[in-house]
């Protein structure tokens, strides 16, 4: 629900401020802004389908920044938080006993990777996925990826039982394979790994003086951590991250 918060805010926040106009501007064809408007009620009734739900104990909505300036970074987040959607669900599906629950929650993730396919393949012309499986995510990573855009929450809600981790962040910001990236953090870097995530795989190369080597075989969207795991990336031994890394292909990409 703090997520659906977030998500459902950042639609009613920027649809209300651009226009049709301002997305065929930006290159955009005029159909764009309603699919837009469309997932924005996705995500109104997902907020209110799970604070039924939770009853008394459902958060609220927090107060929110989102590096949004224009209609193109406007998709470009968009595509990005419907991804953390889908990998949010994913990954609290093990802990979900109840099959009803379970079936509605699956109900939601379907929709979040649908929206998601849609930006990154109608709207931004990329590939519509990342390869057969999708990646799934603890719910400090996912808290980790959305605390960003929090600023404050009404002191009312219920404290969340989860932790963010320190900040990873990557250079060049948009890498490819065989890139030596250098690596900023904080924490101690020594005997320590980058795990990429990406579908049901982890991939775990050295770090070196705050730097690593990407290897080969990533596509679409990657997550990328800092462990101190060389096998298992896992919250208590996470140092720093999720970053989200790019790798586009194209439609003669062969799958990894």
Known sequence: LTLEHLEDTFYKTYLAKFTESDFTDAGFAPWVRGRFVQIGQHEAEHVAFLTS????????????????????????????????????????????????VLTAAGSILVTEGRHQGWVQAAVEKEAPWS?????????????????????????????????????????????????????????NSTGAFLALLHGLNQTFVPISNNSAILPAGLQGTVYAVVSNSSSAVADNNTIAGPAILQFPFDSSASNP
């Open 53 to 100: 739900a939770l009853g008394s104990e459902a958060t609220s909505a927090c107060n929110y920044s989102f590096p949004v300036t224009d209609a193109a970074s406007f998709v470009a987040l968009s595509g990005i938080l419907e991804g953390v959607g889908s990998s949010a669900y994913l990954g609290a599906a093990q802990f979900i006993s109840d099959p009803a």
């Open 131 to 187: 390869s057969a499986f999708e990646t799934p995510q603890t719910f400090d990573e996912v808290f980790s990826l959305a605390s960003p855009f929090i600023t404050s929450c009404p002191s009312t809600n219920p404290a969340l039982p989860f932790v963010a981790f320190p900040n990873l962040t990557v250079t060049p910001a948009t890498p490819a394979a065989g890139d030596n990236i250098t690596l900023a953090f904080s924490g």
